[in-house]
């Protein structure tokens, strides 16, 4: 389980390689605000010159006489701090942005990379949309923060200690009427903070909601425009994004209150600076120069304070997100990869699953006790009904699943020891539900390869029967597919995701009912592809249709997770069992079949 610590220190522990660039910026903003609060001393030093005249500070303390002198001299002094001002801010700035960018950058990679890398299951149990919500909402939150809000919280810290030693220093008993407020709005403050988090917490989830509906509707736009759903699902959209408003409402109406709350305490500080600090300046207890920078600075001390709740505000925002972000990047998969390699030169692709048991999280058995041989080079069917663990076995192979007992070996080497980069490596997986990507014909095919060469891109669309269609292309291979290759038919899609296999070359291939969705002539187009592709290598095929698998060296039946049946297609005819009886079902035939 992730660790409960605050979530600024495990930001901090993310950042550790930034750190150098953190403590960078940290000191520019800390100059940025010296040089900042440097012009109330100028115009009380002034102040001072223009009343004292050859008596004043300056004038003890540098031994310049002249009043005029002085007064240029504060002129050139004025300059400076103006200028050092404007560069370190200008440095602090460059500094914070693009270390924005880079934690940024870097922490949506990272999670990236992590998600990546969890169990199928993690993804069965969640939304897509939540998780892009996290990977893209929340980490753009954290950038706002790292760009406005630290820097922020550091000049106010710097402003607070400044100012508070020049009026311990020049004058003790003005010192805490000007920062007697600091603790009621500090107070205040830390009171905020609690209660805005959880309502921030709970924003983020809600966009969370929200994005998983938004993904979800547009993915299904063909479904909800087939049966003209659009109301309905503007009315559910509706009620997730009434929920969102409502839920920020709840922390904006609690933000928004702190400001005016705390611009009383504010004034309160201000008026009793004004009225004691003139007092002891009537008195002579302390000097007209010091007093003229004393109600600057209580000012310049005090009304930073009202940007308190922003600052909070967006600190909230930011650490409620931070927290979601770092508990993905923090979660860990529950399979643990093997260490043995798998050289592909080496693999030669036998298969046996000896005594596999499997239960899904929240369902029963699939497999039971099941044993399955894949002799290498060959070509192995796997029919039955729906539900009797055809796909599973395939999950199981692909290593997105452990068994819960038995063990599943590839020549000789249980998979859990097998690094499973090598084990995917090792097998070309060509599904009924074929995904495309964005992107052309060209990158499609190439996916597993980028850097195949295009006589080898051509040669794989050739023996996937796909040259001929692509060539018809508007253009060819660099004709864009579209989201999910929704510019090509079916058939289409699937002679690409079988060029794509082709060109992969690997020493077992599994299908998983590539032929399911296709008409008769496409599936005797990728039928041919198939049996080109089979020559050679170790082929498992998952198959709805028994024309699919009918040369298959040996073929199983599945039923209820368990084998019922095993032979030769010719044998299993003879049975009179289920593939007898699957068979006369898609051929449309009574009697028993006996050729």
Avoid: C
């Amino acid at each position: 389980m992730h660790t409960e610590r605050p979530p600024l220190l495990r930001l901090w522990a993310f950042a550790r390689r930034h750190r150098p660039r953190i403590l960078w910026a940290t000191i520019f903003s800390i100059l940025n605000k010296l040089f900042d609060l440097a012009p109330p001393f100028l115009i009380g030093a002034a102040v001072d010159v223009v009343v004292e005249r050859q008596n004043s500070l300056l004038a003890r303390w540098l031994g310049i006489s002249e009043p005029l002198t002085q007064l240029w001299l504060l002129a050139g002094i004025s300059l400076l701090m103006w200028g050092m001002e404007s560069l370190t801010e200008y440095i602090g700035q460059l500094l914070w942005r693009n270390l924005a960018q880079t934690v940024q950058h870097d922490l949506r990679l990272e999670s990236y990379q992590n998600v990546q890398g969890l169990d199928l299951a993690y993804f069965e149990d969640r939304t897509s949309g939540g998780l892009m919500a996290i990977l893209n909402d929340d980490i753009n939150q954290l950038e706002r923060f790292l760009d406005v809000g630290a820097n922020d919280i550091l000049q106010l810290i710097t402003t607070i200690l400044a100012i508070s030693i020049f009026y311990f220093l020049a004058a003790p008993g003005v010192a805490w009427l000007a920062i007697m407020p600091i603790p009621i709005i500090a107070w205040g403050s830390f009171r905020f903070q609690r209660r805005i988090a959880p309502r921030y917490a709970a924003v983020r989830e809600q966009v969370g909601q929200l994005n998983s509906q938004l993904a979800n509707n547009l993915s299904g736009i063909v479904t909800i425009k087939s049966f003209t759903a659009e109301d309905f699902e503007t009315e559910r959209l509706s009620r997730e994004s009434d929920i969102y408003r409502l839920k920020n409402r709840d922390a904006i109406r609690l933000s928004s209150a702190f400001v005016p709350l705390i611009r009383i305490a504010i004034v309160l500080g201000f008026m009793a600076t004004i009225v004691y600090g003139g007092v002891l300046v009537l008195s002579e207890t302390i000097l007209v120069g010091v007093y003229s920078t004393m109600v600057f600075m209580t000012q310049r001390l005090l009304w930073p304070l009202t940007r308190l709740g922003q600052t909070f505000d967006l600190y909230q925002r930011a650490m409620a997100s931070s927290r979601r972000a770092l508990d993905l990047l923090d979660t860990k998969p529950v399979m643990q990869d093997g260490n043995q390699q798998l050289p592909l030169e080496r693999v030669a692709g036998e298969i046996r699953f000896e005594d596999v048991g499997f239960a899904y999280q929240d369902g029963g058995s699939v497999l039971d006790g099941l044993d399955l041989t894949f002799p290498a080079g060959k070509t192995t069917g796997i029919v039955g009904a729906t539900g009797a663990g055809k796909s599973t076995v395939v999950k199981l192979l692909m290593r997105f699943y452990d068994p819960q007992h038995g063990r599943i070996v590839i020549d000789g080497l249980d998979l859990r020891e097998l690094r499973v980069t090598d084990l995917r490596r090792a097998i070309g997986f060509v599904s009924q539900d074929v995904f495309l990507f964005h992107g052309t014909v060209r990158e499609n095919i190439a996916y597993g390869r980028p850097d195949a060469g295009e006589d080898e891109i051509r040669n794989a669309a050739q023996v996937a029967e796909a040259h001929e269609f692509i060539s018809q292309l508007p253009n060819g291979y660099d004709t864009v597919v579209g989201e999910r290759g929704q510019k090509l038919s079916g058939g289409q899609r699937q002679r690409i995701s079988i060029a794509r296999a082709v060109l992969k070359d690997p020493p077992i291939l599994v299908l998983d009912e590539a032929t399911s969705a296709v008409d008769n002539e496409t599936e005797s187009a990728i039928q041919r592809s198939l049996e080109k592709l089979a020559v050679g290598r170790t082929t498992v095929i998952i198959a709805h249709r028994l024309s699919t698998i009918r040369n298959a060296e040996q073929i199983y039946v599945l039923e209820n997770g368990r084998l019922s049946e095993m032979g030769r297609h010719q044998a299993l005819l003879e049975q009179e069992g289920i593939y007898a009886a699957l068979w006369r079902v898609q051929t449309g035939t009574r009697q028993r079949v006996t050729g």
